[in-house]
């Protein structure tokens, strides 16, 4: 039966994110490894509730499956994977603590630029809100999330999303 639970939850993990790097790297002692040890899932249930958990409220008691929803409007121009490429907007994988406008390769509009903030959830949230009251002269053509709970939704999401990894 566990075997069943972390094979849902791989797969799970794996739908959650928008490209699934495969794992290939075959265990150079398949033999000697215990049966019941698929690929790690990217992470599991648990580590998204602790890294859930390390937002302040009210951020930590995001829906991340709405979170996974709202993030429908963003995904035409960002991707949030590792490595993942820039599109109209800069990919924001650890984007939770990154000075705004500093993502490598991306060329951003000097209000977003000169912003000298780092990201967090009241950060994004005010940005997500009215992204052109929030930085004018910014060139996110996007017109920003009103309801409040969405937004939550949304951050929560992308905390856990984006690579942040709970100490271990
Ligand atoms: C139409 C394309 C578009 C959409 C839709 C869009 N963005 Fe953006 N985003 C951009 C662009 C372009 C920038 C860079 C703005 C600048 O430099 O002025 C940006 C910048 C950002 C930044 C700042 C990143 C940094 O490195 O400082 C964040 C965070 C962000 N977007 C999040 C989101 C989220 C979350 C959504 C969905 C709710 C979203 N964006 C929707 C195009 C978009």
Redesign the pocket.
């Known amino acids: 039966m566990r075997t069943i639970g972390v094979l849902v939850m791989a797969l799970g993990a794996c739908a959650l994110a928008t490209a699934c790097s495969p794992v290939t790297e075959a265990p150079a002692e398949s033999a000697a490894a215990p049966a019941a040890a698929p690929p790690a899932p990217k992470l599991t249930d648990a580590e998204k509730q602790a890294i859930l958990a390390s937002l302040p409220a009210p951020y930590n008691t995001g829906n991340l499956a709405n979170g996974k929803t709202?993030?429908a409007?963003?995904q035409?121009?960002?991707t949030i994977t590792e490595g993942g490429p820039n599109r109209?907007?800069?990919n924001?994988h650890g984007?939770f603590g990154?000075t705004?406008?500093?993502?490598e390769g991306?060329k951003?509009?000097d209000?977003?630029k000169a912003a000298g903030f780092k990201?967090d959830a009241e950060k994004?949230d005010a940005?997500?809100a009215d992204p052109r009251g929030f930085?004018p002269g910014?060139?996110?053509?996007?017109v920003g999330?009103k309801d409040p709970q969405k937004r939550i939704d949304?951050i929560a999401y992308?905390k856990v999303e984006t690579g942040f990894q709970p100490a271990k």
């Open positions: 709202q993030f409007l963003c035409s121009c960002h109209t907007g800069p924001l984007v990154r705004a406008g500093t993502h991306f951003y509009s209000a977003v990201w994004l940005w997500l930085l910014n060139r996110m053509s996007f999330i949304l992308l």
